[in-house]
């Protein structure tokens, strides 16, 4: 198998991680990519960034009100 982050995992394809990716563990190495995109673009002044493991995204909400979502622009 293959070691990510202190976890074992089988050889093959692994749907995602505990920490959000997507991955193919083989002999040689293993490869992995994100499932979530990163948001870049939205109000940095009253918004902030929370990592949501149940969806694998990101939650982009006001400070003062984290029950609010903010618009976010763009994401990478």
Do not use: Q, W
Not at 30 to 39: E, G, I, K, V
């Amino acid at each position: 198998g293959c070691m990510l982050n202190g976890k074992l995992y089988p050889f093959g394809v692994i749907e995602r991680t505990e920490d959000c990716y997507r991955c193919s563990c083989s002999r040689p190495a293993m490869r992995c990519c994100s499932l979530f995109h990163t948001p870049v673009g939205y109000d940095k002044k009253n918004c902030k960034v929370i990592f949501n493991k149940e969806t694998c995204d990101y939650d982009v909400v006001r400070k003062d009100n984290p029950s609010e979502k903010c618009f976010v622009y763009s994401r990478v």
